[in-house]
């Protein structure tokens, strides 16, 4: 039997209201939402406890948390239209996601809000069996219904275009189409914002002079149908590299040529072997050097393209993989892009595609203009092995335990103590925690216990104060009688008094 996603069960609409009613009920016996508790910020303008930007997988899961403890001043921003956070339905070009379908991703410990309930309440559990992985559109719709049933409130067509300090607090600059003001005060700000979110797309040197027309990144939108009958070569052998190139052969392209700088092909996924919960919580505590031994060894090798996108490539006959074929430069000829390659041979093409992922750099963050260079990165804090030099790893920041950017000076700008980082970037300082399914949840309710540790010790005295002033009895004072003791012999104390 073949599993067809297009097919959901006659009861699937039913299935799923009385899953959303699972939901309901579950949150219910745990007390969901919670009241909300943090002191009000006294100013002219209202303020935000949290601002959390992103409405994507890391964002609606941030947000689900604040709510889960109680945090109930805050605002979810996402720059795309609703249904489109993230990259499930923009560059991200895989047919399905890499991680295993059974991972429990934002279902934040309830077995109601895992895909597999999803999933089954649409499909039956005789489809479960039968899926191997999960169809990329699928998470997406997923993801539609989690922010859904949790009601979670993210605003959409919101862009946060700067993040400045204002005496103790933060004013974020909004623009886009679905802002209703344009700027809000923070006292804490939670950058959810994924893959890219520290950086930008990694643009290699050899296209700076190249016309944008005849080349694009993999997370730029790209017009497939118009490399029908045209020579593509793709820079890269990762995922999203090997993802467009199917995207290119599938929509007619005449040949498609990997141009790969390694000599052989990446083919273990090194991290996936010692995912567990003790790496998940042993990470964080880990020295710098063996955080750095650890992260530097992961990018070295490389995470492999899975199996079935591969093969998504290779089945094609006008697909081809050239190792060692590393690009040197570019130049036009005309109409066609002539790529020199460190094996001293030409190749050429009408289109390249840059599989090339992204790079950490806070300087590229628009919203952090100023004062980025302030952030203190790996680079400033650690010198690895010259065997294990990186300079890429250097430019991840190096975060405090809560997420939060450190200063490369201490007093230059300590606003940075209420930006949270909680990206892909913050994988070098605490692990995969922040950025991809398997320990999102995990890392969300650590962000939150972190952020209410702080705006609890931040606001003592108020919490003091409410300790000194509360005085709801618990008993009323007629549910005993005082006795006076029974006559008796004195104590021994008392006949020598």
Same mark, same amino acid.
């Given at each position: ?134 169809? %990329? ?21 919101? $862009? ?154 290779? %089945? ?11 690009? $040197? ?78 200063? %490369? $000076? ?63 009895? $618990? ?23």
């Amino acid at each position: 039997m073949v599993y067809d996603a297009q097919a959901p069960l006659p009861s699937a609409a039913k299935s799923l209201a009385e899953l959303g009613q699972r939901v309901r009920d579950d949150l219910a016996c745990l007390c969901y939402p919670q009241v909300n508790w943090v002191v009000p910020t006294a100013c002219e303008d209202h303020v935000h406890d949290v601002v959390v930007i992103g409405g994507g997988m890391c964002g609606l899961v941030a947000s689900f948390a604040l709510k889960s403890a109680g945090i109930r001043n805050f605002r979810t921003f996402d720059r795309s239209p609703a249904g489109f956070e993230g990259p499930w339905l923009t560059y991200a070009r895989m047919e399905t996601l890499r991680s295993p379908k059974q991972l429990t991703g934002p279902a934040y410990g309830m077995a109601s809000l895992t895909f597999r309930a999803w999933f089954t309440a649409r499909f039956g559990n005789e489809a479960w069996t039968i899926l191997d992985k999960i169809p %990329r559109p699928m998470w997406m719709e997923y993801l539609c219904w989690y922010r859904k049933v949790l009601a979670l409130p993210v605003e959409n067509d919101v $862009e946060v275009t700067r993040i400045l300090p204002e005496g103790q607090l933060l004013r974020l600059t909004l623009a886009g189409d679905g802002a209703a003001e344009t700027s809000v005060l923070a006292r804490k700000v939670v950058m959810a914002t994924g893959r890219d979110g520290m950086g930008r797309p990694n643009i290699p040197a050899f296209v700076h002079g190249l016309p944008q027309k005849y080349w694009a990144h993999s997370a730029h939108k790209i017009d497939f149908a118009g490399l029908r009958g045209k020579r593509v070569v793709v820079v890269g052998i990762g995922a999203s590299a090997v993802d467009n190139a199917a995207e290119a052969l599938e929509a007619g392209a005449a040949e498609v040529r990997h141009l790969i700088r390694r000599k052989e092909m990446p083919r273990i996924n090194k991290l996936m072997g010692i995912g567990s919960f003790g790496f998940t919580a042993g990470f964080p505590k880990l020295g710098d050097a063996r955080r750095w031994q650890i992260m530097n060894y992961s990018l070295r090798t490389q995470t492999p393209a899975p199996r079935g996108s591969t093969m998504r490539v290779s %089945r094609h006959p006008n697909a081809y993989f050239h190792f060692d074929a590393g690009v $040197e430069r570019t130049e036009l000829d005309g109409e066609e892009i002539v790529i020199e390659t460190s094996q001293g041979r030409q190749v050429r093409a009408d289109f390249m595609i840059l599989g090339t992922g992204f790079g950490v750099d806070p300087l590229a963050r628009k919203e952090l203009d100023g004062y980025a260079d302030k952030i203190l990165l790996w680079q400033d804090r650690f010198t690895p092995p010259d065997d294990q030099a990186n300079s890429d790893l250097g430019k991840f920041p190096y975060l405090a335990d809560d997420f939060t950017f450190l200063e %490369r $000076e201490p007093g230059q700008a300590p606003w940075l103590a209420n930006i949270h980082s909680f990206n892909s970037a913050a994988a070098a300082s605490l692990g995969k925690v922040s950025g991809d399914i398997p320990g999102i949840s995990e890392g969300a309710a650590w962000l939150v216990r972190e952020i209410a540790a702080k705006l609890y010790e931040e606001d003592f005295d108020h919490y003091w104060q409410r300790l000194m002033d509360y005085e709801t009895p $618990e008993l009323r004072g007629d549910e005993w009688t005082a006795s006076p003791l029974p006559e008796g012999e004195e104590t021994t104390a008392r006949k020598q008094a």
